[in-house]
């Protein structure tokens, strides 16, 4: 793949110096020390709700009025994300279906630095979960463009696949993953709850028939930017797990699920266990997912088979993004064991 003629006014500040940090040094340190010599700069270091358990140092660089966002490796799991981001936006900019929205998608500057730090260009906004959790105004109100956004870029860039024809790429590779990343559930009882998973989405996904096209994989309030007057989507970032041959459904019921996970306090893993349990998407569910186009009854003859894969993807982008994640107690117990707890007890109750 071609990196984009454009380049940002930025890029002169590339190449970067990436020196192994010493464990233990301040984030801002470290962005500091990446980027010495590169002149007056000033840096902002992203921080995330899992910045523990992640393998990246993620950091805003400005200088004048340009800006980049550089996402640097702490490890190999981090190195990886970034190298396989870098290839989806160089997929998502040489693919001309999405040239209307070309605007919201953040670009590659540069070539690749060493140990795979990514520079692409910042995005214009606010964090769509800012809005989620200001105290005044609906927070569905506030999503309403995201959701709107998926509808039309699923239009360009879908078409209608049997879900059983795809489910090497869109299930196996996922719990393959997600096996090798829990090394808690090789064997015994935790193996027996992996297969029950396995069995729960083949049930779930026979007969559905979901649209194949550009999916993001990790579409949630925090990685769509919005702007205001009028309320519009202006950038959606981290595309690490996107894929232009993906379920395009996941990537609204995803949203939804943290949506209703941040308004709520709800861990994830309980709202889909839920779901898994009652067998019916909430209500509330399906009047955000109306602004997508998408109602989770339509191509499905189980009504949980969009919230189970949409659950899956997400699992498996953590462990993807650091094994950290495999080894937690606390991400395990609420994110994991009640979704193979209900595939279990559905396992238990088959004829």
């Given at each position: 793949?071609?990196?984009?003629?454009?380049?940002?006014?930025?890029?002169?500040?590339?190449?970067?110096?990436?020196?192994?940090?010493?464990?233990?040094?301040?984030?801002?340190?470290?962005?500091?020390?990446?980027?010495?010599?590169?002149?007056?700069?000033?840096?902002?270091?992203?921080?995330?709700?899992?910045?523990?358990?992640?393998?990246?140092?993620?950091?805003?660089?400005?200088?004048?009025?340009?800006?980049?966002?550089?996402?640097?490796?702490?490890d190999?799991?981090?190195?990886?994300?970034?190298?396989?981001?870098?290839?989806?936006?160089?997929?998502?900019?040489?693919?001309?279906?999405?040239?209307p929205?070309?605007?919201?998608?953040?670009r590659?500057?540069?070539?690749?630095?060493?140990?795979?730090?990514?520079?692409?260009?910042?995005?214009?906004?606010?964090?769509?979960?800012?809005?989620?959790?200001?105290?005044?105004?609906?927070?569905?109100?506030?999503?309403?463009?995201?959701?709107?956004?998926?509808?039309?870029?699923?239009?360009?860039?879908?078409?209608p696949?049997?879900?059983?024809?795809?489910?090497?790429?869109?299930?196996e590779e996922q719990?393959?993953?997600?096996?090798?990343?829990?090394?808690?559930?090789?064997?015994?009882?935790r193996?027996?709850?992996?297969?029950?998973l396995?069995?729960?989405?083949?049930?779930?996904?026979?007969?559905?028939?979901?649209?194949?096209?550009?999916?993001?994989?990790?579409?949630?309030?925090?990685?769509?930017?919005?702007?205001?007057?009028?309320?519009?989507?202006?950038?959606?970032?981290?595309?690490s797990?996107?894929?232009?041959?993906?379920?395009?459904?996941?990537?609204?019921?995803?949203?939804?699920?943290?949506?209703?996970?941040?308004?709520?306090?709800?861990?994830?893993?309980?709202?889909?266990?839920?779901?898994l349990?009652?067998?019916?998407?909430?209500?509330?569910?399906?009047?955000?997912?109306?602004?997508?186009?998408?109602?989770?009854?339509?191509?499905?003859?189980?009504?949980?088979?969009?919230?189970?894969?949409s659950?899956?993807?997400?699992?498996?982008?953590?462990?993807r993004?650091?094994?950290?994640?495999?080894?937690?107690?606390?991400?395990?117990?609420?994110?994991?064991?009640?979704?193979?707890?209900?595939?279990?007890?559905?396992?238990?109750?088959?004829?």
């Open positions: 793949m071609k990196t984009p003629a454009k380049m940002s006014s930025l890029s002169g500040l590339l190449p970067l110096y990436f020196p192994r940090a010493l464990a233990g040094l301040d984030d801002r340190l470290r962005a500091h020390w990446l980027v010495r010599g590169a002149g007056p700069r000033d840096i902002t270091v992203v921080r995330r709700p899992s910045l523990p358990k992640a393998g990246l140092l993620v950091f805003e660089l400005r200088h004048g009025a340009g800006s980049l966002v550089i996402k640097h490796p702490r190999e799991a981090g190195a990886a994300v970034t190298a396989r981001e870098r290839d989806v936006l160089l997929e998502l900019a040489e693919d001309t279906r999405l040239d929205w070309r605007a919201l998608l953040p590659v500057v540069g070539s690749p630095g060493p140990e795979g730090t990514l520079a692409q260009t910042a995005l214009p906004g606010v964090a769509a979960e800012r809005l989620v959790m200001a105290p005044s105004g609906d927070p569905h109100t506030a999503m309403a463009p995201a959701m709107r956004l998926l509808a039309d870029l699923r239009a360009a860039t879908g078409r696949r049997k879900a059983a024809d795809r489910a090497p790429a869109w299930c719990l393959t993953v997600l096996f090798a990343g829990m090394p808690g559930y090789r064997s015994g009882r193996a027996a709850e992996c297969e029950a396995r069995q729960r989405l083949e049930a779930a996904l026979t007969g559905a028939v979901l649209t194949e096209g550009w999916t993001h994989g990790d579409y949630h309030p925090g990685n769509v930017l919005l702007g205001r007057d009028p309320l519009r989507v202006t950038g959606v970032f981290d595309w797990s996107g894929r232009a041959d993906g379920p395009c459904e996941i990537d609204a019921y995803s949203f939804v699920l943290a949506l209703r996970s941040t308004v709520t306090g709800r861990p994830l893993g309980g709202l889909v266990a839920e779901t349990r009652t067998g019916r998407v909430p209500d509330a569910d399906r009047t955000l997912l109306a602004l997508a186009g998408l109602d989770p009854y339509d191509g499905v003859v189980d009504p949980v088979a969009i919230p189970l894969l659950w899956l993807w997400h699992v498996v982008n953590n462990v993004k650091s094994p950290r994640f495999g080894h937690s107690y606390g991400w395990l117990t609420h994110t994991v064991a009640p979704v193979l707890g209900e595939c279990v007890r559905w396992a238990g109750a088959r004829p």
